[in-house]
């Protein structure tokens, strides 16, 4: 049996099997693109609440995992070399799924790099500006007389939809005919945007066709179905 004695977030949340990967998460969008990472790729885990409503990110046990004290994390019994692994960060964390299980990258190098690089423009792009239009959108920011803040990220994130858009023009995936870590990271980001954050009419979203398309296909899928309500949330 895997000794994690050594990663504090065990103590918290307590692993009922070692020997399996201990996700820490929610199912926010970046949440989301572990658990249904793990559900693609069969690999067996335990899924771990990390409550925002009790403020369980901000305490010294997870921070011991992610210093940044953002989900998701995972600890990984069974790391390089065999030796246990904490990764927090949700990009690394696909990555580094995707070369462990040889899953969802291509195994051509020029294809890898372009599978990253979309990775990449959704984790510095894409999903930054998708949650800031949320909040101008949907929470606080809703009450400001002043909507250039709003209306920056309203132009910005169409202008991210329609890069989208051309990407998946004659596509099925973004990168072609093969569904990858890069449509993993983003398909719970879309989501959000037209869902929770209720930007959908804001954002024109109904003008971009194919990423309509392409968001229907991802949902259709078993796995992402089921990853996106995983760890099940508190119900208090």
Do not use: C
């Amino acid at each position: 049996m895997a000794d994690l004695s050594g990663f504090p977030v065990t103590r918290k949340w307590p692993a009922a099997n070692p020997d399996v990967l201990q996700y820490y998460g929610l199912p926010t969008p970046n949440g989301v693109k572990v658990s249904i990472m793990l559900e693609e790729t069969g690999l067996p885990y335990e899924a771990h609440l990390v409550d925002f409503a009790r403020d369980d990110q901000k305490s010294p046990e997870f921070v011991s995992l992610n210093p940044n004290g953002k989900i998701p994390a995972i600890v990984d019994p069974n790391g390089p070399d065999g030796k246990p692994i904490g990764l927090f960060e949700s990009g690394a964390i696909l990555l580094y799924l995707a070369d462990k299980t040889g899953k969802f990258i291509p195994a051509d190098p020029a294809a890898r790099w372009e599978t990253i690089a979309w990775l990449m423009w959704q984790m510095g792009g894409l999903g930054p500006m998708f949650g800031q239009l949320g909040f101008f959108n949907k929470f606080a920011g809703r009450d400001w007389e002043d909507k250039r803040p709003r209306d920056r990220y309203v132009d910005e994130s169409k202008r991210l939809l329609g890069v989208l858009d051309a990407r998946l023009a004659g596509r099925e995936w973004i990168m072609g005919d093969d569904y990858t870590i890069a449509d993993i990271g983003t398909l719970g980001w879309v989501r959000n945007l037209i869902g929770f954050y209720e930007a959908r009419e804001i954002v024109g979203f109904d003008d971009f066709a194919n990423v309509a398309a392409w968001l229907d296909r991802g949902l259709a899928r078993p796995a992402v179905a089921k990853g996106l309500t995983i760890p099940a949330r508190s119900a208090n």
